[in-house]
């Protein structure tokens, strides 16, 4: 039999995938995960089922702190945007679809109109095929309830949520011709990329200068996106192809290799639909050492007008 420190270990990919699709954060689903652990390591007699005591701790654990951080989230500086993840631990061949569609950040800025309760149902339901009979225990409710909670939020998200249905490859190879074109400031080759209605988003939370608070069309946002990133680039910033929350996108880097931004590309009926860009310094910790976006934003001033011809 394996100990309780073996058990939660195996679990643990399982139980921050339910975290972080309840909470859109890494840093906060990690902190849930590291206090279930702490009530299981206190609970005197071992749980029937580990896998269902577990479950059911981190999402309670994530629907309390899901509460107020919908009040921060209120009065959050400029578009809000998800925390971007990097790689999903847990796996599973079964749910593959689910799993991908619902780590998206389409999904998850979705799932912020769900009260916490239709949230964390949706998600141990929908996304990770819990019976019902677990979910009522997990979020404390009558299966009746968890029924109506669970079609509410079907329906919440069935209305705006889009499957990327795009083989990885053809994503890939689109997301590859993308940054070429970012690179090399081409107006035209980004705007063949482009959806018509094509929008831009970004989050700095007030902490950051704004790559975007939200433009749309395709000629708008190819012209805004040609003229910012080569003169990113005369400043030693690069950009590391990535998939970010299961799409297509990149993580920005300054010349010392700490993290700038990142941005994830939404691709349907192959072009891309919307980018959103996470800038804030608060939601790129997890990555590792952050760039200080101000100081880069002022260097690129700096460089602009020195390139000026006089």
């Excluded at 954060?25 to 609970?43: I, K």
């Excluded at 997301?175 to 970012?182: N, Q």
């Excluded at 800038?279 to 050492?289: A, C, T, V």
């Amino acid at each position: 039999m394996m100990s309780r420190a073996e058990t939660f270990q195996e679990l643990r990919p399982l139980l921050f995938s339910i975290a972080y699709r309840i909470l859109s954060s890494v840093s906060e689903a990690e902190d849930a995960v590291q206090e279930t652990w702490l009530r299981f390591e206190g609970v005197p007699a071992e749980p029937r089922s580990a896998k269902a005591f577990l479950s059911a701790t981190v999402t309670r654990i994530s629907i309390d702190v899901l509460r107020s951080a919908r009040v921060r989230r209120e009065e959050y500086v400029g578009p809000w945007l998800p925390e971007p993840l990097l790689t999903d631990p847990y796996q599973d061949p079964e749910r593959s679809a689910e799993l991908a569609d619902s780590l998206s950040m389409a999904a998850l800025v979705l799932l912020e109109r769900l009260s916490p309760l239709e949230r964390a149902v949706f998600v141990l339901r929908e996304v990770f095929d819990f019976g019902f009979p677990e979910v009522a225990s997990a979020v404390g409710r009558s299966e009746a309830a968890c029924r109506q909670l669970a079609v509410r939020a079907r329906r919440h998200m069935a209305a705006g949520s889009p499957r990327f249905e795009a083989a990885r490859k053809e994503r890939e190879e689109l997301a590859s011709r993308f940054f070429d074109a970012l690179r090399e400031g081409d107006v035209a080759g980004l705007r063949n990329l482009l959806a018509a209605d094509v929008s831009m988003v970004g989050d700095g939370g007030g902490k950051a200068p704004q790559l975007a608070n939200a433009i749309s069309g395709a000629h708008h946002v190819a012209r805004v996106l040609a003229s910012v990133f080569p003169r990113m680039a005369l400043v030693g910033i690069t950009n590391e192809p990535h998939e970010v929350n299961g799409q297509p996108g990149a993580i920005f880097r300054d010349r010392d290799g700490k993290v700038l931004h990142t941005l994830a590309l939404d691709v349907l009926d192959g072009q891309i639909q919307m980018i959103r860009a996470v800038i804030n310094p608060d939601k790129l910790g997890h990555m590792g050492p952050v760039a200080d976006a101000w100081a880069i934003d002022r260097e690129v001033r700096q460089a602009r007008r020195a390139a000026r011809p006089e």
